[in-house]
């Protein structure tokens, strides 16, 4: 496992409104994260939610499902339940700073077959991906 922070990042949005897309992820996926497709949401209990998507990966499709907790407004608990990362266990907490949002990101990730260096690569290219999705999608909401 590779235990993993970062932090520094910045929404260019009030917590509430950074909420308000949190929620819309069960349903909105495909319009904020278009590179999945297949997205499929699963309330479990009025703070736990199971989404799964398929992504291309150096070109094979690729099933990911995780296990999200909702902590408002402190962040979500996210535990990845299939695909490359499964086992990895991660929480996204957020810093109210006025008319914007601290993001951080601390966990431990794995993935078996890859060295140290390239879990650090992955992680940091799908947070950055997701980060600049979700910054875009904050634009265009109300």
Do not use: C
Not at 4 to 29: C, M, R, Y
């Amino acid at each position: 496992m590779v235990f993993i922070t970062d932090e520094g990042s910045e929404f260019d949005a009030p917590l509430d409104k950074v909420w308000k897309l949190n929620q819309a992820h069960s349903t909105d996926a495909p319009k904020i994260h278009a590179t999945g497709k297949n997205y499929k949401s699963e309330m479990i209990n009025e703070n736990t939610v199971i989404t799964s998507w398929e992504s291309d990966m150096q070109g094979q499709t690729v099933k990911t499902k995780m296990k999200f907790s909702i902590y408002f407004p402190v962040g979500l608990a996210i535990e990845v339940l299939e695909g490359p990362m499964a086992g990895s266990k991660f929480f996204n907490y957020y810093t109210p700073k006025g008319n914007k949002t601290g993001v951080t990101v601390v966990g431990d990730f794995k993935s078996p077959g890859m060295s140290d260096d390239q879990i650090r690569q992955a992680v940091f290219d799908f947070l950055e991906q997701a980060f600049n999705e979700d910054s875009t999608h904050l634009k265009t909401m109300p």
